[in-house]
Nanobody, 124 residues
């Protein structure tokens, strides 16, 4: 089982990045998928989640700027990030699995697996 995240990098404030996470070894279409982030000194937090039906949920801090989507044919989940700010800088992780039934925004909210992170740096 592996989740491979990519697409992070350095971007100026106001810019955009698109993260991708390719899953292998899981029945992708039957897994909720999510993106999470962890900034230095902070706890890991939910950024966005897309359930098996394609319905998305977002953290309030990214609503209207980020879009999560999934491609079941290619076992991939994406996070399009627009109008980035320095507060968005963090290591971004993808995760998947069944819901743990915890309130949205709790971490962890899925059973896993979890991928390695990809660094997003936003310069002001």
């Amino acid at each position: 089982v592996q989740l491979q995240a990519s697409g992070g990098g350095l971007v100026q404030a106001g810019g955009s990045l698109r993260l991708s996470c390719v899953a292998s070894g899981i029945m992708f279409r039957y897994n909720h998928m999510g993106w999470y982030r962890q900034a230095p000194g902070k706890e890991r937090e939910l950024v966005a989640r897309v359930d098996t039906s394609g319905s998305p949920n977002y953290a309030d801090s990214v609503k209207g700027r980020f879009t999560i989507s999934r491609d079941n044919a290619n076992n991939t989940v994406f996070l399009q990030m627009n109008r980035l700010t320095p507060d968005d800088a963090a290591v971004y992780y993808c995760g998947g699995g069944r819901s743990l039934g915890r309130p949205l925004g709790s971490f962890p909210d899925l059973t896993g697996p979890w991928g390695q992170g990809t660094q997003v740096t936003v310069s002001s």
